[in-house]
Each structure stands twice: as structure tokens, then as C-alpha cells.
Nanobody, 128 residues
Framework: QVQLVESGGGSVQSGGSLRLSCAASGFTYSPYLMGWLRQASGKGREWVAAIDSDGSTSYADSVKGRFTISNDNTKNTLYLQMNGLKPEDTAMYYC??????????????????????WGQGTQVTVSS
């Protein structure tokens, strides 16, 4: 059974940083796609960043230059380094996994279709 467990969320001031982690287990698909999506209160899930098994990454325009996604394959852990946080980044952040090249995320209006497995989420709250 595939399990994705997020951690690292919390409350920070605007301009601060957080590093989210996602511990994956039971996920053996290859090639693979892993990513981070977020959902603010009353909103749908929004794609944030993704990385595939070739190491290629994709970012949503709203976070490009501020967030960095990485994957430690040895430890089966996905990371999201979040710098320059803004109040609009406040959301529940979800780790997700699927099988697709990262490039398919660019410009998509329905990123959820590329992921088959989801974690429970970790809350990120950014205040001024």
C-alpha cells in the first residue's frame, strides 16, 4: 500500500521560510512523478511543484523562484523548500505521486489527474 506522509508545516511570518517533507513508502512505480499541491480554504487544489524520475522539475508561476522541490531517492523523501513566503501561500499542502513526466504539469488546468496517490496534508500559515 502506498503511503505519503507530510511534515514540516507551521505558522511563519511573511518573508519567512519552511521546508516541507514527504516520506513515501510502497511506491515503486517507474518512471514516476511526485509533487506538491495546495488547497486554501474554500478553494480547489492548486499545483505547486513536481519532479519526475529523470530529475526534471516544474513549478507553478506563483511560486517559481521562491520554492524548490527535490527528491532524495535513497531516503524515499520528497522536499519542498519554501522561501519568501507570502500570506497567499497559506494553504494545506499535499504530497502526491503518480507516473508522468514533469513537463505535463506546465500550463495544466487540472493537475490532479496526473497523481494517483495523496498524503493527508500539512498546514502552512503565513502571517504579515
Amino acid at each position: 500500500q502506498v503511503q505519503l506522509v507530510e511534515s514540516g508545516g507551521g505558522s511563519v511570518q511573511s518573508g519567512g521560510s519552511l521546508r516541507l517533507s514527504c516520506a513515501a513508502s510502497g511506491f515503486t512505480y517507474s518512471p514516476y512523478l511526485m509533487g506538491w499541491l495546495r488547497q486554501a480554504s474554500g478553494k480547489g487544489r492548486e499545483w505547486v511543484a513536481a519532479i519526475d524520475s529523470d530529475g526534471s522539475t516544474s513549478y507553478a508561476d506563483s511560486v517559481k523562484g521562491r520554492f524548490t522541490i527535490s527528491n532524495d531517492n535513497t531516503k524515499n523523501t520528497l522536499y519542498l523548500q519554501m522561501n519568501g513566503l507570502k500570506p497567499e501561500d497559506t494553504a494545506m499542502y499535499y504530497c502526491a505521486a503518480g507516473s508522468a513526466p514533469a513537463e505535463v504539469m506546465v500550463g495544466t488546468t487540472n493537475p490532479e489527474v496526473y497523481f494517483q496517490y495523496w498524503g493527508q496534508g500539512t498546514q502552512v500559515t503565513v502571517s504579515s
